[in-house]
T-cell receptor, first 115, second 115 residues
């Protein structure tokens, strides 16, 4: 079945540094990828939707300059948290779609801790 | 480790039919359980949740009861509509997981409701 690999699974970084999270579709071409964030004790929240080769569409309240999303190929999307601060500590998860209406596959998530 | 097993689809029903989507889970800690829905071309939306045993989550006519004795959280709706056509994901968030509130998703069940 469709597999999405997300790395790293967890990362600890210093405040002010940038962190890149990768989401790869291993055995299918992902025309659309979604990035989610989970705040402590809350449910997942959609951050942005990215389509291969075009700019990501960010949800209201998500800072596009802080959360840089690149979907340069059909198998890779990256989320870069720039100038990270402790309030960015969260669980980030991606999902990928073939665009056929089925086949939404989730990555395993990344636990980011900013100290 | 933690996991969610969800009935495979796709599921096709006639309008006003009864819907059940089965979901069972395995967890080492104290999970909260969720159903998410993804409409075509959109990101995940939280449909309903339950945070402890015997809780019943409900929303938009959908219901699911957290059954600890059977480790299940089956989604039900008495009368589906065409607008319910979507992919449904069962998920758990385990507060006792190593890295805290980590989500584990089922593979998703695609539902198509025909007039």
């Amino acid at each position: 079945g469709a597999v999405v690999s997300q790395h790293p699974s967890w990362v600890i970084c210093k405040s002010g540094t940038s962190v890149k999270i990768e989401c790869r579709s291993l055995d299918f071409q992902a025309t659309t990828m979604f990035w989610y964030r989970q705040f402590p004790k809350q449910s997942l929240m959609l951050m942005a939707t990215s389509n291969e080769g075009s700019k990501a569409t960010y949800e209201q309240g998500v800072e596009k300059d802080k959360f840089l999303i690149n979907h340069a190929s059909l198998t890779l999307s990256t989320l870069t948290v720039t100038s990270a601060h402790p309030e960015d500590s969260s669980f980030y998860i991606c999902s990928a779609s073939t665009g056929q209406g089925f086949g939404y596959t989730f990555g395993s998530g990344t636990r980011l801790t900013v100290v | 480790g933690d996991s969610v097993t969800q009935m495979e689809g796709p599921v096709t029903l006639s309008e006003e039919a009864f819907l059940t989507i089965n979901c069972t889970y395995t967890a080492t800690g104290y999970p909260s359980l969720f159903w998410y829905v993804q409409y075509p071309g959109e990101g995940l939306q939280l449909l309903l949740k339950a945070t402890k045993a015997d809780d019943k989550g409900s929303n938009k006519g959908f219901e699911a009861t957290y059954r600890k004795e059977t480790t299940s959280f089956h989604l039900e709706k008495g009368s589906v509509q065409v607008s319910d056509s979507a992919v449904y994901f069962c998920a758990l968030s385990d507060r006792g997981a190593k890295f805290g509130n980590q989500f584990y998703f089922g593979t998703g069940t695609s539902l198509t409701v025909i007039p």
